[in-house]
């Protein structure tokens, strides 16, 4: 499912992966030069695969709009290629 929420609210990355586990999400940002900073805007979520191409409507819509938009998260089942999980020691 996609949830837009379009919010006002400037984010981490690490925030909003916190708040939406599991689940890919559409970010705005202030400009080129502010894509390093990992933060943004965060417009909409999609919460399951099935709704990763509406995902990538917005995006697209947004972009014909002139926003500069990033797509973050993961769905975490498992399909990167790669290394499959990530140990972290204690």
Same mark, same amino acid.
Request: aromatic share 8%.
């Given at each position: 499912?996609?949830?837009?929420?379009?919010?006002?609210?400037?984010?981490? $990355? @690490? %925030?909003?992966?916190? *708040?939406?586990?599991?689940?890919?999400?559409?970010?705005?940002?202030? !400009?080129? $030069?502010?894509?390093?900073? @990992?933060? !943004?805007?965060?417009?909409?979520? +999609?919460? +399951? %695969?099935? +709704?990763?191409?509406? *995902?990538?409507? %917005?995006? $697209?819509? *947004?972009?014909?709009?002139?926003?500069?938009?990033?797509? !973050?998260? +993961?769905? @975490? @089942?498992? !399909?990167?290629?790669?290394?499959?999980?990530?140990?972290?020691?204690?």
């Amino acid at each position: 499912m996609l949830k837009i929420l379009d919010e006002k609210v400037l984010r981490t $990355d @690490n %925030e909003i992966e916190s *708040l939406y586990k599991n689940c890919k999400y559409l970010c705005i940002i202030d !400009g080129w $030069d502010k894509i390093a900073d @990992n933060d !943004g805007y965060l417009y909409c979520v +999609s919460t +399951s %695969e099935e +709704s990763l191409h509406e *995902l990538i409507d %917005e995006r $697209d819509r *947004l972009q014909t709009e002139g926003k500069i938009c990033c797509i !973050g998260g +993961s769905y @975490n @089942n498992g !399909g990167a290629i790669g290394v499959q999980y990530e140990y972290r020691e204690e």
